[in-house]
């Protein structure tokens, strides 16, 4: 069996079988060949441990400044969904059980709505569960995060 | 006072008043407590930065670019950690994540970066026929192999993965990846022995 038909066992280090290792027992190319790879594999992995620099600082303050942005277009974000669920609400012909407004549309919306700088926000108290023979109106609206989905009930 | 609209990720569910000019409307907020998040990707990254730049430098050939891969892919890893399994071994996904970025980095790169690495690889009379030497040159043997068997062949030999691992990350077959390792393999070593004179 010519050799070209063994490179690649002898690449990936399957030596093992009978007639592969007959063969290198009887061929110096090969031979050479396989000290070379395993050679070449170890020089790959002392690669392991390169001096490179933490980039830990870098990311953290990266996250820091997402943060920062993201407490405060929300709040521009909330304001304009206050307003279009008031207009719903007040528009006594339409029926809205939920109003997914797509994400853009809110990102388009915040900066339109100019939010008094009076505004307060107060934390008021944990939910109650609605009772069932009351008629409630919800309103969600995801926004751009994920993890923040605004959701205005109304009687 | 506390925004309805603070950070996010929890189940606490609160009722909120807007006051503005006099008008009072009233909302339910979904609060998150972030703190616990933070940590947990604090701690991920202490652990597994190594990892991910590591494996970038050896596919990208940069250390500066590896640490721009680095940082894209904890950002990465931030967005996504609300979606992660706590417990669950992080490192397959960091290894995918970083190919593919590196992946994208590699595609902004022009012809002009690739021939100042050529140049680089030119034969240091200087330095010790030895360990150091071999290294800088496998080195460079890694920049000129193809893509798909840097990559194979950095997350095999140099990561310590198996061939079946490599395969999951990569998103191919065992019998592809073990292809692209042999084909790595022998080209370094050709590389490693013409450059050695």
């Known amino acids: 069996m010519s050799c070209g038909r063994w490179e690649k066992l002898i690449a990936l280090e ?3 079988t009978p007639e592969l290792r007959a063969h290198l027992a009887a061929c110096l190319e090969c031979q050479r060949l396989a000290e070379e790879i395993a050679a070449t594999r170890q020089v790959l992995g002392s690669l392991r441990d390169p001096a490179i620099d933490s980039v830990r600082p870098l990311v953290l303050a990266r996250i820091d400044g997402m943060e920062r942005r993201r407490v405060w277009w929300p709040a521009w974000a909330a304001a304009a969904a206050v307003v279009v669920a008031i207009a719903f609400y007040i528009r006594p012909a339409l029926q809205v059980e939920t109003m997914p407004l797509p994400v853009m549309q809110i990102a388009k919306l915040a900066p339109r709505v100019a939010v008094p700088p009076a505004t307060t926000v107060r934390k008021v108290r944990k939910p109650r569960t609605p009772a069932l023979n009351r008629r409630v109106q919800e309103v969600k609206i995801q926004t751009g995060d994920p ?3 605004l959701i205005w009930v109304m009687d | 006072m506390k925004s309805p609209l603070h950070v996010s990720r929890a189940e606490s569910v609160y009722l909120y008043e ?5 008008l009072v409307l009233t ?4 609060e998150v407590e972030q703190g616990a998040e933070r940590a947990r990707f604090e701690r991920l990254m202490a652990e597994h930065e190594r990892l991910v730049l ?3 430098l050896r596919l990208l050939g940069h250390v500066e670019e590896a640490r721009d891969a680095a940082q894209e892919v904890f950002l990465k890893l931030y967005r996504n950690l609300g979606r ?3 417990g669950r071994d992080p490192r397959p996904w960091l290894y995918r994540v970083t190919v593919n970025v590196c992946h994208d980095l590699q595609r902004h790169r022009g012809q002009e970066e690739l021939d100042e690495n050529q140049a680089a690889d030119k034969p240091d009379p200087e330095a010790a026929a030895g360990l150091a030497e071999q290294r800088r040159l496998v080195e460079a043997g890694l920049r000129r192999l193809p893509e798909k068997e840097r990559a194979a062949v950095v997350l095999r030999d140099i990561e310590g993965l198996t061939t079946r691992e490599v395969a999951e990350i990569l998103g191919s077959s ?3 990846v073990r292809s692209q390792i042999a084909s790595a ?7 490693v022995g013409r450059k050695s004179g």
């Not at chain 2, 393999?185 to 590389?191: D, I």
């Open chain 1, 14 to 16: 399957e030596t093992g």
């Open chain 1, 147 to 149: 993890n923040v989905l």
């Open chain 2, 18 to 22: 807007v006051e503005t000019q006099g």
């Open chain 2, 27 to 30: 909302g339910i907020g979904r």
């Open chain 2, 54 to 56: 590591r494996t970038a």
């Open chain 2, 84 to 86: 992660m399994e706590p």
């Open chain 2, 174 to 176: 065992e019998a592809t």
């Open chain 2, 185 to 191: 393999r022998l080209k370094l070593r050709g590389f």
